[in-house]
C-alpha cells in the first residue's frame, strides 16, 4: 500500500521531470529517425536465413536457432514459474523473452527460406549475383523467381527480425554488465540470491546471439541503435506507469529510484551507457568481418 501522501509528493520533486525528458528526448530523436525511413544498410532475402560459412548448408543454422529458442523458452518458463509474472517487472526478462521470441522468428524464417531454396529452377532463368555464388554450395539459390518469393513473403518480417537482433544484441550486453559488475558485487547475498538460473538467465542471452552472429549473414549497423532506445524507453516508461498506478512503491533496480537528488545523473548515466554496450556489440560484428576472411579465407564468404 502506498502511504497516504506519497504519490503526489513523489512525483512533483524536481528530478523527475529531468529524468523524463533524460529517457523521453532520446526516444523522440530515434522516433524521427525511424520515419524517416532511414535503416541503414539494404536487406536481401538470404541475409535472413543463410550462412556466412561456404560448404555449411543453411540447415545448420536453422538447427541451431531451434535449439537457441527451446533452451531460452525453457529457462524463461522455470523463472516465471519461480516468480510468477513478478518475474516481468525486471528489463532482464523483457530483453530474455525479446530474445527468445527473435529465435522463434529466426527459426520460421529460416525454415522457409531453406524449404523454398530448394525448389529446382529453370534452366533459361538461372540466373545469380557475385554473393549468391559464394553461399550456394550446399543450397540453390540460382533462381531469381524464388529469391522473388521469399523476399515477397519475409520481407516486412525480415526487418522486424532485423530490427529485434540489432535490440537483442545491446540489451542483452547492457543486461549482463549491468547485472556482473554492478548489482552482483553490491546487492548480491543482501537484496536477491544468484542462482544458477539466475546466473543462466543473465548469460545465456548473449551466448545465443554470439554464435548466432558467427553463423548469419545479417547486416548490423549503427541504425538499430534506435530501436534498442525504444527498448529500454519503452520499459522505463512501463515502470513509471506502474508506480504512477500504485502497484509497486519499490523500483527492481536502484538507479532507477527517484527519491534522489542523484536520479537525474544516475539515469543520465545508463543512457549513455547505452553507447558503449552498442558499440561493443558493433565491434564483434567488425571483428568477424575482418578477422574471420584472414584467418578462413577458403571457407568464410566474405560478407559485401
Not at 118 to 142: G, M, V
Not at 175 to 185: G, Q
Request: charged share 15%; net charge negative.
Amino acid at each position: 500500500m502506498l502511504k497516504q501522501g506519497f504519490e503526489f509528493e513523489y512525483w512533483v520533486q524536481w528530478q523527475v521531470p529531468v529524468c523524463a525528458l533524460i529517457f523521453i528526448m532520446p526516444a523522440v530523436i530515434a522516433l524521427k529517425y525511424v520515419n524517416k525511413g532511414k535503416r541503414g544498410e539494404a536487406l536481401r532475402s538470404f541475409d535472413l536465413w543463410n550462412c556466412c560459412w561456404r560448404h555449411l548448408n543453411p540447415l545448420w543454422l536453422l538447427f541451431y536457432r531451434a535449439f537457441a529458442f527451446v533452451c531460452l523458452a525453457w529457462m524463461l518458463c522455470q523463472m516465471v514459474a519461480i516468480d510468477g509474472p513478478f518475474a516481468f517487472y525486471f528489463y532482464t526478462q523483457w530483453t530474455f523473452a525479446l530474445v527468445m521470441i527473435y529465435f522463434a522468428m529466426a527459426t520460421v524464417i529460416s525454415a522457409y527460406g531453406c524449404w523454398t531454396s530448394t525448389k529446382k529452377p529453370s534452366s533459361e532463368d538461372a540466373t545469380t549475383s557475385d554473393r549468391e555464388e559464394e553461399l550456394e554450395d550446399d543450397i540453390n539459390l540460382r533462381n531469381p523467381d524464388t529469391q522473388k518469393e521469399i523476399h515477397q513473403r519475409v520481407g516486412s518480417w525480415g526487418y522486424v527480425m532485423q530490427a529485434m537482433y540489432h535490440t537483442c544484441a545491446g540489451a542483452s550486453i547492457l543486461t549482463d554488465l549491468v547485472f556482473w559488475c554492478l548489482l552482483v558485487p553490491l546487492e548480491a547475498g543482501e537484496q536477491f540470491e544468484l542462482t544458477l538460473l539466475m546466473g543462466c538467465l543473465h548469460a545465456m542471452n548473449i551466448v545465443f546471439l554470439i554464435g548466432d552472429t558467427a553463423l548469419n549473414t545479417l547486416p548490423f549497423t549503427w541504425f538499430g541503435f534506435v530501436y534498442f532506445v525504444f527498448w529500454s524507453s519503452l520499459y522505463i516508461t512501463f515502470q513509471w506507469v506502474v508506480h504512477l498506478c500504485g502497484f509497486m512503491t519499490w523500483w527492481p533496480y536502484p538507479f532507477l529510484e527517484l527519491n534522489t537528488p542523484w536520479a537525474p545523473l544516475w539515469y543520465l548515466g545508463m543512457a549513455l551507457f547505452h553507447v558503449p554496450c552498442f558499440w561493443i556489440y558493433t565491434m564483434l560484428i567488425k571483428a568477424k568481418t575482418s578477422l574471420l576472411p584472414i584467418l578462413f579465407p577458403h571457407v568464410y564468404a566474405r560478407l559485401n
